[in-house]
């Protein structure tokens, strides 16, 4: 009877503990490694944006949010397998080493300091900070016209402080909250320039409310290589990689970047080689 007891105790403990394994199971993170019909990837964009990532009413939309719905196709996910999560500049590398998203596509520029922290996949666009002035403004022509000039920028942004320091020591430099408040002073005449990278640049230009009103001064100050960053040692940098070379070779990536840039005029850069980054 001893034995029997103890028997059953044990069958009951094994029991609950492969209950308890399988529960541990059903609510681990998606690896991002594939999709059997009912998983999820979480992947972290911008939500503000326009252009690039930005959350509407109908949804998400942008050329990252594109490029990540394409990638996230080859991996495995329909567009409705996604999970779309906000990740601010700011907050980029800790969202990966946390595990909060599984790739992050986010105006991400690669630099020696982030990938020492991350793994990148890409790049998948040539970015280049550069200015977007009125458009019937004549008067700025290089970026040295910029001097005595109003150069806006967002508060903790270095591009205006780039361009004062390297190339327009004379400018008013004009720190703002937001893009969107940089714009209102370019429509209003209170600034005379906005500046940080062109994709961002195009992305505002071309809204519906300000078509035809900016334009870009096509300066390409800057390299910006935008890469979808990875945990550190992650496999998905590779099959990434794959996945971008694909949306190169069969048409997606111009695409995606007609669809988002276009009305800006924005000329953009060829499609970078992956793996290849630009300094």
Not at 234 to 247: G, V
Request: charged share 25%; proline share 4%; hydrophobic share 35%.
């Amino acid at each position: 009877m001893k034995l029997r007891k103890v028997t059953a105790a044990s069958a009951v403990v094994l029991a609950l503990a492969v209950t308890a394994t399988a529960c541990g199971s059903d609510d681990k993170k998606d690896s991002g490694s594939s999709s059997s019909g009912g998983g999820k990837i979480t992947v972290g964009i911008k939500f503000d944006q326009p252009g690039i990532g930005q959350k509407t009413p109908q949804g998400y939309a942008g050329f990252d949010v594109d490029v990540a719905t394409y990638v996230a196709g080859k991996l495995g996910y329909k567009p409705d397998q996604i999970e779309w999560k906000e990740t601010k500049s700011a907050d980029r590398e800790n969202a990966l080493s946390r595990g909060d998203v599984d790739f992050i596509a986010a105006s991400y520029s690669i630099t020696p300091e982030r990938q020492q922290k991350v793994d990148f996949a890409g790049p998948y666009l040539l970015a280049h900070q550069d200015v977007l002035i009125r458009a019937d403004d004549t008067t700025i022509k290089s970026p040295s016209d910029l001097n005595s000039k109003k150069l806006c920028s967002v508060t903790g942004s270095t591009s205006a402080q780039n361009v004062h320091d390297k190339l327009a020591p004379k400018a008013q430099l004009q720190n703002l909250p937001t893009y969107s408040a940089c714009l209102t002073g370019l429509q209003n005449k209170a600034i005379d320039a906005l500046t940080t990278d062109d994709s961002i640049l195009a992305g505002y230009a071309s809204q519906a409310a300000f078509k035809d009103k900016f334009k870009l001064g096509g300066f390409k100050m800057t390299n910006e290589n935008y890469g979808i960053g990875v945990k550190k040692g992650s496999d998905l940098k590779a099959k990434i990689n794959t996945a971008l070379e694909a949306m190169v070779s069969d048409g997606s990536w111009q695409k995606a970047v007609d669809k988002n840039f276009g009305p800006a005029k924005y000329k953009n850069e060829p499609a970078p080689k992956i793996g290849n980054i630009v300094s």
